[in-house]
């Protein structure tokens, strides 16, 4: 029986992540888990999964839920309780799906408690992935990946030697609008950019497909995940989304891996892993009904955020920090209706070409420049 907590619970890694549990009652139990503001949602997971600790972001839907919640549950609020979460419960594995850096310090909270963590939450490596990494290896915890990409590439690699790799090839389906060039994407909408071809996600990495941010920022994920410098990795633009990456190696051997578009399938391999276990209500992958699978080198001219993502990786130290908090209160500004959608590549490049170079960023300079970078975004940005 593995022990799981879950942070974003009511998410869409969230509420996938509670199916694959409740599909293995024998292998799976919930131990804790947080949300943010769903509380309605979150009542109805708390009752049905029982989980023992729960955390909610907010104070005041925190007195609304101690009204509502079993005796038998302990119930907490902000960065307190979502630490707690992460961290101080018997859990022997963490989901961490939670949306944006907010995930930086319950993973490091729970690294250090000694839990394994399974990782969908790439903001939290984009933005302090060197201190992520070197307190997982100084503890001796294990970053398991839940994006499909990173899942694929550690299933290719599973037996082999990170040092005979040529190549890591992250596919991309190209997001919403893919079939779009740069003038027909002046007037589009937030309801056009979330519509995405290939797979039902939450709000902002559905735009960060459109942007294309999303490959940036799994470029960067697999950077630190994988150990390997940015002259090996490489984007494929992929647009059936049924290779989910592959590995280049060095006699020129390709290993992929393949699968229909379901994150059920990652989730639950981070969760058994080395193990692998039946996936409930999976359609399986039929090669011959599919027929053709399309491949395309992306254009840096077309997918901009793709290109700074790759520069501020290769520069690195503070800038994916900054790269990632300017995308994030981007895209909730242009979520709001406050911006276009080509202006969450313009706030980008503005504020790393105003950011000034630090090397290696500790956790507080991080927090300081992720909040500092936000605000610059919207007073460049908002009129
Ligand atoms: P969602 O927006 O669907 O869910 C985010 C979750 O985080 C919700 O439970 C939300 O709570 C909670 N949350 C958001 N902000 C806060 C906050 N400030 N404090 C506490 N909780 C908060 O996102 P996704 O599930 O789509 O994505 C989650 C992560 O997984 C992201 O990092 C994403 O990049 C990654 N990922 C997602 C994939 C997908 O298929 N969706 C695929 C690969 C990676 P509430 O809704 O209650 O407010
Ligand atoms: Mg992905």
């Not at 879950?6 to 549990?21: M, P």
């Not at 030697?161 to 893919?178: M, P, W």
């Not at 420049?369 to 936000?374: E, G």
Request: aromatic share 6%; glycine share 6%.
């Amino acid at each position: 029986m593995k022990k799981i907590s879950l942070l974003g619970a009511t998410g869409s890694i969230g509420t996938q992540t509670l199916e694959v549990i409740a599909s293995h009652p024998d292998k799976f139990q919930l131990e804790a888990l947080s949300i943010g503001k769903n509380i309605e949602l979150g009542l109805k997971q708390i009752i049905e999964y029982k989980p023992k600790l729960v955390s909610v972001q907010f104070k005041e839907d925190y007195d609304k839920l101690l009204k509502e919640v079993p005796n038998t549950v302990k119930l907490m609020y902000g960065n307190e309780g979502i630490e707690e979460v992460a961290a101080n419960n018997d859990a022997d594995i963490l989901v961490n799906a939670v949306l944006g850096s907010v995930g930086l310090r319950p993973t490091l909270s729970a690294i250090r408690a000694g839990k394994t963590i399974a990782i969908a939450n790439k903001e939290t490596l984009v933005t302090a992935g060197h201190i992520v990494t070197s307190e997982a290896k100084k503890y001796n915890t294990q970053l398991l990946p839940v994006d499909s990409e990173h899942s694929a590439i550690f299933q290719c690699l599973q037996g082999e030697r990170l040092k005979e790799v040529e190549k890591l090839i992250l596919t991309a389906s190209g997001g919403s609008f893919r079939d779009k060039d740069r003038s027909e994407l002046k007037n589009v909408t937030v309801d056009d950019a979330l519509n995405h071809p290939n797979w039902s996600m939450g709000a902002k990495i559905t735009i960060d497909s459109a942007t294309m941010m999303n490959k940036g920022l799994e470029v960067i994920e697999a950077h630190w995940l994988f150990d390997m410098s940015y002259e090996k990795i490489d984007v494929l633009l992929h647009q059936e989304s049924i290779i989910h990456s592959m590995v280049e190696f060095m006699d020129g051997s390709v290993i992929a891996q393949l699968g229909t578009p379901d994150m059920k399938v990652p989730i639950q391999f981070a969760l058994t892993y080395p193990e692998r276990l039946q996936l409930e209500g999976k359609k399986r992958l039929n090669l011959s009904e599919i027929g053709k699978l399309h491949f395309s080198k992306p254009s840096f001219d077309r997918f901009r955020c793709l290109d700074f993502a790759f520069e501020a990786g290769r520069k690195g130290g503070s800038y994916p920090t900054v790269l990632n908090a300017a995308n994030e209160q981007a895209v909730s500004l242009f979520l709001e209706g406050e911006i276009s959608f080509l202006q969450i590549e313009e706030a980008i490049e503005r504020t790393l070409d105003e950011h000034t170079y630090i090397a290696s960023p500790s956790l507080e300079v991080i927090q300081d420049i992720d909040f500092q970078t936000r605000q610059l975004v919207k007073t460049l940005m908002v009129k």
